[in-house]
């Protein structure tokens, strides 16, 4: 299993950036996916996500309202649209499938599958 993130990148607080996570080796429709962050000095944070029908979307409380995540079955893809950005934002953001989605919103340390980080910088 492979997942890929892309779309980071360098934006002015009060933008939006949409974060990309392709997924290889196991369908997006079939597993919880999620999204978390990790700031410099900081350990890593929940961010959000979909359980595996989708009956249940997680977010973590100082993103709720800000950002969504959503997946495309087709693309078997799953997303990050990130709107109203500050700059407490700034972090490493990572993707992640598990069984569960409340797994992933528990912030557990061993979840089935991680990507790789994309960056997201805010600027004040």
């Known amino acids: 299993v492979q997942l890929q993130a892309s779309g980071g990148g360098l934006v002015q607080a009060g933008g939006s950036l949409r974060l990309s996570c392709a997924a290889s080796?196991?369908?997006?429709?079939?597993?919880?996916i999620g999204w978390f962050r990790q700031a410099p000095g900081k350990e890593r944070a929940f961010v959000a996500a979909?359980?595996?029908?989708?009956?249940?979307?997680y977010y973590g409380d100082s993103v709720k309202g800000r950002f969504t995540i959503s997946r495309d079955f087709a693309k078997n893809t799953m997303y990050l649209q990130m709107d109203s950005l500050k700059p407490e934002d700034t972090a490493l953001y990572y993707c992640?499938?598990?069984?569960?989605?409340?797994?992933?919103?528990?912030?557990?340390?061993?979840?089935?599958?991680w990507g790789q980080g994309t960056q997201v910088t805010v600027s004040s």
């Open positions: 992640a499938t598990d069984s569960w989605g409340s797994r992933l919103a528990s912030n557990a340390k061993d979840v089935d599958y």
């Open positions: 080796g196991r369908t997006v429709s079939s597993y919880a």
């Open positions: 979909i359980s595996r029908a989708g009956g249940n979307i």
